[in-house]
């Protein structure tokens, strides 16, 4: 298998749809709604985080077949019938939408990554859906280890970013891994947007 591509999707105010309501699927809307992703989930029974959860739509049916073709830029399945996974893979697959079938990696167009997030600093851990619980272990271990001052930074080296540009017209000049190797990278930054 070639290896995955990793991206960003902004998911503000894009469709999704996300089959199955149980505590999996509860996770994934969480997730999901935290990128401010307008939610529908269908499925015949739900846990109460989806049931009681005003901000998505939800249709008390079980899934109907072609349904994830119907204009949704992301599917999400997360059922423990493995016949419905790969029913709503192939409608997706057929209709040119991503899938990610929870813990079915070949019914799936895309992985989900374990993430720790810091403001706008996200740092994404990925086994290609080989080993979830090895992709939680290292998030746990990088978000003990990455602390709020890390966001702080994020904004000066975006100011200092932003300074570069216009006084150089450019951002990509030198001094940048040198501030940051630095023992004090703030003070560093600060001197590099005087140079």
């Known amino acids: ?28 809307v969480g997730q999901l709604a935290e990128v401010g992703a307008s939610i529908t989930v269908v499925a015949p029974q739900a846990v109460s985080e989806i049931a009681n959860n005003s901000n998505l739509t939800w249709h ?45 990696p070949i019914n799936c167009s895309f992985t989900l990554m374990s993430v720790v997030r810091r403001g706008d600093l996200q740092i994404t851990i990925s086994t290609n859906g080989r080993s979830p619980a090895l992709s939680q272990w290292l998030r746990q271990q990088i978000d003990a280890g990455v602390g709020e001052e890390f966001e702080t930074l994020l904004d000066l080296l975006a100011e200092v ?30 001197e590099l947007a005087l140079e």
């Open 60 to 104: 008390q049916r079980t899934y109907n077949s072609g349904e994830a073709g119907n204009g949704y830029r992301i599917v999400i399945t997360a059922t423990n019938d493995t016949g419905v996974n790969a029913q709503v893979s192939k409608d997706a697959t057929a209709a040119n939408v991503f899938v990610n079938s929870a813990d079915d």
């Open 1 to 28: 298998m070639a290896q995955p591509f990793p991206v960003n999707l902004d998911l503000d105010g894009a469709p999704v749809l996300v089959v199955g309501a149980g505590p999996v699927a509860a996770r994934k």
């Open 161 to 190: 970013r932003a300074e570069a540009k216009q006084a150089f017209g450019t951002s990509e000049i030198t001094g940048w891994d040198t501030a940051l190797n630095s023992t004090s990278p703030w003070t560093e930054l600060e």
